[in-house]
């Protein structure tokens, strides 16, 4: 099965390389793909359980779901991970 999510605080590649990794690494989630025009990640997934697990990590790492709580501390981390996600790019 396929899903998009609509996320908050994307900002660039960086974020979109952070996200990919931390996402694709989550067990019984593959073809992660970040669209930085529409703000939106896509994926291939086996169970809700498997959306629910991406939408915790994407909250954990600073992009929550369009419509959650977006607190100063998730922007935060956002921005502490497009940096990790520009690093890891080089």
Same mark, same amino acid.
């Given at each position: ?9 994307? &900002? ?6 952070? *996200? +990919?990794?931390? +996402? /694709?690494?989550? $067990?019984? +989630?593959?073809?992660? %793909?970040?669209? #930085? =025009?529409? =703000? %939106? ?6 169970? =809700?359980?498997? *959306?629910?697990?991406?939408? #915790?990590?994407?909250? =954990? *790492?600073?992009?929550? $779901?369009?419509? $959650? &709580?977006?607190?100063? %501390?998730?922007?935060?981390? /956002?921005?502490?991970?497009?940096? /990790? ?6």
């Amino acid at each position: 099965m396929n899903t998009i999510i609509n996320i908050q605080n994307l &900002k660039c590649g960086g974020c979109a390389n952070t *996200i +990919i990794t931390k +996402i /694709s690494a989550i $067990e019984n +989630i593959s073809d992660v %793909t970040v669209n #930085n =025009d529409s =703000d %939106t990640v896509s994926f291939k997934y086996k169970s =809700d359980k498997d *959306i629910t697990a991406v939408k #915790n990590k994407l909250a =954990d *790492i600073g992009y929550p $779901e369009v419509g $959650e &709580k977006n607190s100063l %501390t998730s922007k935060a981390k /956002s921005f502490v991970s497009c940096a /990790s996600g520009r690093l890891n790019n080089t």
